[in-house]
């Protein structure tokens, strides 16, 4: 789906892109979507989705709008759209009504491209970009202002290079990428080793700390990073090039800001990294896994397609495909209930001990007053 002109479109037409219904006057001439209290005349299209929303119609100044299937649209709208699925419709119509990102056509005076690199049609190159030796761009790639894209880079046709954002050397994206600002891929692995088992390995094995670590030396990183097809990572964020292979991630895959991958993870298709995901390095996770906001997941865990994992959980083992896990460490989703009930119960549980240990004592106190009456009965008939 593609951007409307920035010229007004009818009606009938956004409805036909949404493949959503169309009521009343399709020829209406629509500039902009926006919220139903923004309308400000004819050519606003009330993004009016939402039951509230919808109930505020008749007071405002629009006379076209977008509502939900079962809506009842007042009086005053001429047309409107019927969409059966909100957040999806709204998808497409940020779609429509995107205001592509500002860029000057070619390469911009205050730009460095290496004699070699390779530019396909319709490339910009912003101003102090760097596009290295041998590095490949794709027709109709755009590199905003002071981004980099290291030496043999490949980047596939449509894709965009937010300002900031550092493409290293070797990475290979598919077409229609988007990398936010400031983002890192391709950087060098976390990974370092000592000359003897040092006191992270001692304590995997032992539990105990027994190596030190004296020496710590770099193992390079001479792997890349491949993307595929309509990758999209947020601002912030870093992915690592793997030691020997590649990190890898798949076609559709979306990553939010400060998300951090280490080396040589490969992650399916259609995925979604929330803000805060942390996975260390040789984890392996399976297409359409959704992992929430700050989950951490420890290296060489595998997670099986269509999981997904709650928001602040630490992942440590496998996790099965469609499972739902949750919780520090995460486990699946019924268990993870019962524990925190369990944790609920706590205080109320600790009570009843209490209790319990009381009338405990009154007993125990009872029988040794009834033991000594009972030895000096004894006694008096001696």
């Known amino acids: 789906m593609k951007p409307v002109s920035s010229t007004p479109v009818s009606l009938a037409e956004i409805a036909a892109a949404l493949g959503a219904e169309l009521q009343g006057d399709g020829t209406l001439r629509i500039a902009r979507a926006v919220h139903p209290a923004e309308a400000e005349g004819p050519e606003d299209l009330a993004l009016a989705m939402e039951k509230g929303l919808a109930a505020g119609l008749a007071e405002g100044k629009a006379v076209a709008a977008v509502v939900a299937e079962g809506a009842e649209p007042p009086a005053n709208l001429k047309g409107w759209i019927v969409v059966k699925r909100p957040r999806f419709a709204m998808a497409g119509l940020t779609t429509l009504f995107e205001k592509p990102v500002h860029a000057e056509p070619g390469v911009h005076p205050a730009a460095f491209v290496a004699p070699d690199a390779v530019l396909g049609e319709g490339v910009s190159v912003g101003a102090f970009a760097y596009v290295g030796p041998k590095a490949v761009l794709g027709d109709g790639v755009t590199v905003m202002p002071q981004a980099t894209v290291g030496a043999e880079a490949v980047i596939g046709k449509d894709s965009l290079i937010h300002p900031g954002a550092r493409i290293g050397e070797r990475v290979v994206m598919g077409e229609r990428c988007i990398i936010h600002p400031n983002a890192a891929v391709g950087n060098d692995g976390f990974s370092f080793v000592t000359p003897e088992p040092g006191s992270v390995e001692s304590a995997k094995a032992t539990g105990k700390v027994v190596g030190t670590n004296v020496l710590i030396h770099r193992v390079n990183s001479i792997g890349t990073v ?18 020997i292979t590649a990190t890898k991630i798949g076609s559709g895959t979306k990553i939010d800001n400060l998300v951090q991958i280490g080396h040589n993870v490969e992650i399916g298709t259609n995925c979604m990294l929330c803000g805060h995901v942390g996975i260390a390095g040789s984890t392996i ?46 486990v699946p989703r019924d268990r993870a209930f019962d524990q925190y009930k369990g944790l609920a119960r706590l205080k109320r549980l600790f009570a009843d001990v209490a209790d319990l240990k009381n009338r405990v004592r009154a007993l125990d106190a009872s029988a ?10 004894t006694d008096d008939r001696t």
């Open 368 to 377: 040794n007053v009834s033991a000594d009456a009972s030895a000096e009965s």
């Open 285 to 330: 996770i399976g297409d359409r896994v959704v992992l929430a906001g700050k989950v951490g997941v420890a290296d060489h865990v595998k997670i099986g397609s269509d999981a997904v994992v709650a928001a602040n959980s630490g992942v440590g083992t496998d996790i099965p495909p469609k499972a739902v896990y949750m919780g520090y460490p995460a």
């Open 226 to 243: 491949i993307m595929g097809d309509d990758v999209e990572v947020g601002a912030n964020a870093t992915i690592d090039r793997g030691t």
